[in-house]
């Protein structure tokens, strides 16, 4: 079974402070991404890798900014956090054939 | 763009009865659906997926039949239990967004089980 590891679990930030969320995966996988999720609204993609040191944007790209420093490592940079922000961030992997993503348990985000 | 709908945001059953999900697509490419659950406080999982056309695929006892003629993916169960209770995503790729492994997701339908 893949594994994805996010941290934190949970945080609490203020308005236009700065926020990290860290994804790790061990699986080898190729791909990476960021989703949001809000009530009402499902999962959206908010940036994904396919390469070490490349990103692109997803569907709602706008106020995060995304790293990927090697394989295994896929963060999400909230630069300037603000209320809209405040969600649950779900980071996944898959393979290059995509035939299946592999999620983390979710950072739940309250910016306040 | 693409687009999924699911049209209930919460459906509640008494164990033993039957379910259907509804999912419907729209894309002017060959479609791959998928269905996925996510339990509460855990991470969504794949639960079924299918690019065939009027081929039901099965797991777990959920079962579905991708519809291209009417641009469905509904997920069927005839016995639902407890333990189904959890938020259920649609979800779709094409040929052209597989290639970078984007899926496309329906906003959700809770299911809710009771005794």
């Known amino acids: 079974e893949a594994a994805v590891t996010q941290s934190p679990r949970s945080k609490v930030a203020v308005t236009g402070g700065k926020v990290t969320l860290s994804c790790h995966q061990t699986?080898?996988?190729?791909?990476m991404y960021w989703y949001r999720q809000d009530t009402g609204h499902g999962l959206r993609l908010i940036h994904y890798?396919?390469?070490?040191?490349?990103?692109e944007k997803g569907d709602i790209p706008d106020g995060y900014k995304a790293s990927r420093p090697s394989q295994e490592n896929f963060s999400l940079i909230l630069e300037l956090a603000s209320l809209s922000q405040t969600a649950v961030y779900f980071c996944a992997s898959s393979d290059q054939q995509n035939e299946r993503l592999f999620f983390g348990h979710g950072t739940k985000l309250s910016v306040l | 763009g693409d687009s999924v709908t699911q049209t209930e945001g919460l459906v509640t059953l008494t164990k033993g009865l039957p379910v259907m999900l509804n999912c419907t697509y729209q894309t002017t490419y060959s479609p791959f659906l998928f269905w996925y659950v996510q339990h509460l406080n855990e991470a969504p999982k794949l639960l079924l997926k299918?690019?065939?056309?009027?081929k039901r695929t099965e797991h777990q006892g959920f079962y579905a039949t991708l519809h291209k003629s009417s641009s469905s993916f509904h997920l069927q169960k005839s016995s639902v239990q407890l333990s189904d209770s959890a938020l259920y995503f649609c979800?779709?790729?094409?040929?052209?967004?597989?290639?970078?492994?984007?899926?496309?997701f329906g906003r959700g339908t809770r299911l809710q089980v009771y005794a």
């Open positions: 299918s690019s065939t056309d009027n």
């Open positions: 699986n080898n996988h190729d791909y």
């Open positions: 890798s396919y390469v070490a040191d490349s990103t």
């Open positions: 979800a779709l790729s094409t040929l052209w967004t597989q290639v970078v492994g984007q899926l496309t």
